[in-house]
């Protein structure tokens, strides 16, 4: 079966610093991987995916991302972090066929950007 | 475009009460899927559709039924509601069929159960 982890339920770096929120994965198969971020009281919203092709993957607002096969993971990036980063961050892969397009999720990791 | 909007935002039942959440969609995507979120477990798949009369169990079903009898709605009902469904409720929905697309997600809907 298809799983995310996510080992940091928490993140905090200061406002202009690089962030990490790291994503590891389990599949079989070629791996299509998704991260989301949610502000709070609003719903999930998409930031980046890696289907196939280039390791370094650049989405929303900043964001980048690394796949590594070697290492199974799927890192997500930003050379300097803002205040406004701030929100709970998900990890996910795609489980089954293109026929149902299901995502599993990770248990999420809180970023926090300090002034 | 409203894009995926959920009704109601917030609701407060009583154990045993029944109740259907709305799920509306104005981007013509085929498929739809209802999620829960719960603190440190992330999002959990509860049933899905991918295609206007259909549905399909997720991993987390019990306790919910879904119909799908419009393209752009998808409804999920609880007919006891019970304490551990208490969670903030999800709505996503996905222009499916390549497995390279993302979903795309409603605002959520806050359920207490007392």
């Known amino acids: 079966a298809q799983s995310v982890a996510q080992p940091e339920d928490q993140v905090n770096v200061a406002e202009g610093n690089p962030l990490t929120v790291k994503c590891t994965y389990s599949v079989s198969g070629n791996p299509y991987l998704f991260w989301y971020v949610q502000y709070p009281n609003r719903g999930l919203q998409f930031l980046l995916k890696y289907i196939t092709g280039d390791n370094l993957v650049k989405g929303s607002y900043g964001f980048e991302a690394e796949f590594n096969k070697s290492q199974t993971s799927f890192h997500l990036k930003k050379p300097s972090a803002l205040v406004s980063d701030s929100a709970l961050y998900f990890c996910a892969v795609r489980e089954g066929s293109y026929n149902t397009d299901k995502l599993i999720f990770g248990t999420g990791t809180r970023l926090q950007v300090f002034p | 475009n409203a894009g995926v909007t959920q009704t109601p935002k917030f609701r407060v039942l009583k154990t045993g009460q029944s109740m259907t959440l709305l799920c509306a969609q104005d981007m013509n995507h085929e498929y739809m899927y209802w999620y829960r979120q719960d603190p440190g477990m992330g999002l959990r798949l509860i049933h899905y559709?991918?295609?206007?009369?259909?549905?399909a169990k997720g991993e987390v079903p019990d306790g919910y039924n879904v119909s799908r009898l419009k393209k752009q709605n998808f409804l999920l009902g609880l007919e006891s509601a019970a304490p551990s469904q208490t969670s903030v409720y999800f709505c996503a929905t996905l222009n499916g069929g390549t497995g390279n697309n993302e979903q795309f997600f409603g605002p959520g809907t806050r359920l207490t159960v007392l």
């Open positions: 559709s991918v295609g206007e009369g259909t549905t």
